[in-house]
């Protein structure tokens, strides 16, 4: 089933309607101040075009964790000027997200006319997703469109449960075009490519598990390899290992293995004693006692670098080593600029990713920079995200 367009929803007139827009605002805020406004930018595109249409737009978004109560340094308030430096037009702020003043807010609104509702997680029906507070929230406006990527694998009021009261529903251009780049990796052109790192074999579990017979080689580095290394019986000095998950790394080697895939494992380490600037380190086969794995080593990094060179879709999440210490960043380099030489379709997911090949200067050389850390990784592994089947008509 297809999720209804943007396109779709514009087609039948959205002049004059009033159109909820859920979308993803969670920026990391200081003292009031935004640090990084690019899920900001990245919603303006959905707004520009359905205030262009006349409609009368409600937007609302979470902010943080307040835990259902009202939090003040949580507010969505600090938000509303800098969206509207970014839409090029006013937008008003309003300091509830339903009821009454939320209902007169969005009625005072003319066509191209736009409101900013406050933090949906000040209360407590929103993650509950408890459909009286999904049937206020429906109560504002005459159509909904989800643009919160990031927040799609989630089911709560704003993203699944509002559309079982309003009827006429869209994906925003963001969360579309998420789907449309993520799809890719569902079903790619071949090879495909993987790569996973990061922290924690425990975090990544279903991902490896889904992707290990899908994808033709999956490259294991960060954190994660040690724990994959230690299932092998393996030294691995005092890496960072999850005891716990031996059992999963030795089951997603199966599965790899089962449907002749390729699972790589690092070769060679670049280990310190300390994760710290400055901390002596070496390179190295097995490792150490004393010592732990902090990135992939030059030998690896050269081997997954070529695989990534034959790949037609590549999809990578998870850097290869401690990449916020330049010394322990270069496997996570060598792949980030593997991929972006590679001429196959790249997609990157991870907000630790994103921010490695970012700080390269890589962004712009990939096909995809994903938003949503937790919800591409759902998608790429065919799980269905109840945020975008609450979309399918
Ligand atoms: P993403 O946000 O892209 O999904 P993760 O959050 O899973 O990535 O992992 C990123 C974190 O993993 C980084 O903070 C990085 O320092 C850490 N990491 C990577 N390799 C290692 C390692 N060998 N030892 C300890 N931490 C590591
Ligand atoms: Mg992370």
Known sequence: MAVASLESLLARGVRGRRVLVRSDLNVPLKDGVIRDDSRIRASVPTLRRLLDAGARVAVVS??????????????????????????????????????????????????????????????????????????????????????????????HASTAGVTAFLQDVAAGLLLQSELDHLRVVRDPKRPLVVALGGAKVSDKVSVLEALAPHADALLIGGAMAYTFLAAR???????????????????????????????????????????????????????PEGWMGVDIGPETAARYAEEIAKARTFFWNGPMGVFEIPEFASGTESVAR????????????????????????????????????????????????????????
């Not at 429906?138 to 989800?146: G, I, K, P, Q, S």
């Not at 379709?345 to 050389?365: K, M, P, W, Y």
């Not at 919800?375 to 609450?390: I, T």
Request: hydrophobic content about 40%; some cysteine.
């Open 62 to 155: 979470h902010l943080g964790r307040p835990k259902s109560t009202r939090r003040p340094e949580l507010s969505l308030r600090p938000i509303a000027p800098r969206l509207a430096e970014l839409l090029g037009t006013g937008v008003s702020f309003c300091e509830e997200c339903v009821g009454p003043v939320a209902r007169a807010a969005v009625e005072a609104l003319a066509p191209g006319q736009i409101v900013l509702l406050e933090n949906l997680r000040f209360h407590a029906g929103e993650e509950r997703n408890d459909p009286d507070f999904a049937k206020a929230l429906a109560e504002l406006a005459d159509a909904y469109v989800n643009d919160a990527f990031g927040t799609a694998h989630r089911a």
């Open 233 to 287: 019986g393996e030294e691995i000095g005092t890496s960072r290992v999850e005891r716990d998950h031996l059992d999963d790394a030795r089951r997603v080697e199966a599965a790899a293995q089962k449907h002749g895939r390729r699972l790589l494992l690092p070769t060679d380490h670049v280990v310190s004693q300390r994760i710290e600037a400055g901390a002596p380190r070496r390179v190295v086969r097995s490792i």
């Open 338 to 393: 593997a991929a972006a030489e590679s001429g196959a379709v790249t997609v990157i997911g991870g907000g630790d990713s994103l921010a490695a090949v970012n700080q390269l200067g890589l962004g712009g050389r990939m096909t995809h920079l994903s938003t949503g850390g937790g919800a591409s990784l759902e998608y790429v592994q065919g799980l269905e995200l109840p945020g975008v089947a609450a979309l399918e008509r």
